[in-house]
């Protein structure tokens, strides 16, 4: 764009330019919220290795811990593509924090769709006011992508149900209160027999042990420990009927619901991950000097930069589109596995490209690319890995 800095073009699918004005000030609020509180302190959480509960707390007093609940229920209601701009904003900033609060409103949007009446009075409060971290557990130690392949049992016993296995990967798993727990009512019926239960667990490791749930340490990850990402582990845990969130039967469908947006909000997370990373390298190659010229002269550094641009716009119209198929309630698998390959792929090359353009400035912490490179490659797995996007697109293609 001659003389203009402007990264993205106007029109770029997720430009957010037809939102109305509430969902405007909620990006906007997002925005600053982000810049504000969490810029500063995100390398801290992430050298701490801890999750970045006082980042879960302020989000909630901002009001984003309800994004995807109805206004009459007390939240939001944005629809996916304000959601999308919402997390690419905080993401651009840190991609754990934006994706403790994706999993925490994707569950809080399941509990005011899909719980039952009794069930939504007493658990979707705690989740509006973030009074209750949430979190989603379908993978387990043995089983990621085959999801009906899940082993963890709920048995009856009377008129309860108990339930035994382990679960891996828990976003917000180190300190969240409500956890919906997909698990096997009947192997015999394979995904037919998947339930999902809400499980209220007490804050403190004894009272939670008593109650048949174990939370593992945070995971040692190569990035996002700000998400508080571990294992947990379910000994004789006992529900009852009003836990169950999605009866058995419709467990699989229901895991897989919310998936393609989720995999929009990823895409749209990397396409903030890559604004900052291509903002911070053209704000430092314009700056530096070499050979007596501005690194930014080097036609082979311009280029990169301008390979990155493409990619940035090119990820941002891939998410765009599938936040508005799923908007505009078309169906959106095809498209949002199209954004989540192109985008998490191109975060990962194009971070790293932005960083070499910087010289070794590039691998520095005192700004956000590191973080965001790490990140980067662990969104090649989250809500499906890239093969699975690859599975989807190939199915559409080939079948
Ligand atoms: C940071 C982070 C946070 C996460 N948070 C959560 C969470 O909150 N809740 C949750 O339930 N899970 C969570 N996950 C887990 C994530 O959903 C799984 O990692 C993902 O589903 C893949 O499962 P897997 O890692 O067990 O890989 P596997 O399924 O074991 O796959 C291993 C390899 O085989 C490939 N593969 C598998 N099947 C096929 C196929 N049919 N065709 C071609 N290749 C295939 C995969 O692509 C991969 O390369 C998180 C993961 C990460 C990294």
Known sequence: MPGGNRLTAPGAGLDGADLDRTARAVV?????????????????????????????????????????????????????????????????????????????NNLAGAVSRLAPPALRERALPALVSGEKIGAFLLTEPDVGSDVAAIGLTAKRDGDDWVLDGDKAWVTNGTAAGLLSVYAQTDPSRGHRGIAAFLVDVPADAASAAAAGVVREDPYPLLGGHAAGVNGITFRQCRVGDDDLLVPPGEGFAAALSGIDLARVLVSAMCCGMMRTALETAVDCVRRRQAFGARVADFQGVRFALADVATDLEAARLLAGRAARALESGETAALAAAHAKKFATRAAERRIADCMQAMGAAGARRDHPLPRHLAMARLTQYMDGTTEIQNVVIARALLD
């Open 28 to 104: 906007a609020a997002a925005a600053a919220w982000a810049r504000d509180f969490v810029a500063g302190r995100a390398e801290d959480w992430e050298r701490e290795r801890r999750f970045a509960r006082e980042a879960f707390d302020a989000a909630a007093a901002a009001g984003f811990t309800a994004l995807t609940v109805p206004v009459a229920d007390g939240g939001s209601g944005l629809g996916p593509v304000a959601l999308a701009r919402v997390f690419e904003e905080i993401a651009a900033v840190d991609l754990a924090v934006a994706f403790s609060l994706v999993c925490h």
